[in-house]
């Protein structure tokens, strides 16, 4: 199986969406009413129908670019936001992008992303962040029984891969996850060495 464009495309078009909560994220939520600043410069990679893009832009974060592979995810953003400028949804792989963030909001991109390509997703966001840049979101604090996506892993092998690359700030289950997944995930924060 090929986790391309088409393969995400035909698991929007045919509602297979399991990661989909269909509003912002809690542990999102709560972190970003840490923020201060909101002119950072944010990104929500394999954003998906990027409800947390939504939330803060609607919380007067203006400077926050959502990208996806699916194109009908992000017309469907735009659509629902309309003052969403178009210039701030990227449609594109994440492996090809070129800019820098001060930050970078994680929901389910990385358990979307086979296992082989983890040491790669950890260079990528090395070179898309500042200096301190941060990136934070929740992951899988499990190891599931099926072929994925999603992928998932443990808080050790977590720490052992992004201590590599990373200032580990926080990594820890995650104490407001919805209720489906109490217990199961895992909320990070790592900096930029």
């Keep these: 199986m ?17 990661w989909d909560i269909g509003y912002p994220s809690p542990a999102l939520v709560k972190y970003v009413e840490y923020l201060g600043s909101k002119d950072l ?13 939504e939330y803060l832009f609607k919380k007067g974060y203006k400077n926050i670019y959502i990208l996806d592979i699916v194109e009908d995810v992000l017309i469907n953003f735009q659509e629902r936001v309309p003052d969403f400028p178009k210039n701030q949804l990227i449609c594109s792989d994440f492996f090809q992008l070129d800019d820098s963030y001060d930050l970078i ?11 082989e390509k983890r040491k790669d997703y950890c260079l990528k966001m090395i070179n898309l962040l500042q200096p301190k840049g941060k990136i934070a979101g929740v992951l899988f604090s499990e190891e599931f029984q099926k072929a994925g996506p999603p992928f998932g892993g443990t808080k050790e092998k977590y720490e052992k891969l992004f201590a590599k690359y990373f200032k580990i700030k926080t990594l820890e289950t995650c104490y407001n996850s919805i209720s489906a997944r109490s217990g199961r995930e895992l909320f990070f924060i790592f900096e930029t060495k």
């Design 2 to 18: 090929k986790l391309d464009r088409t393969y995400w495309t035909e698991r929007y078009s045919d509602g297979l969406t399991g």
């Design 41 to 53: 410069k944010i990104l929500f990679p394999g954003s998906g129908n990027s409800y947390e893009a």
């Design 105 to 115: 909001l994680e929901q389910t991109f990385f358990c979307a992303l086979p296992k």
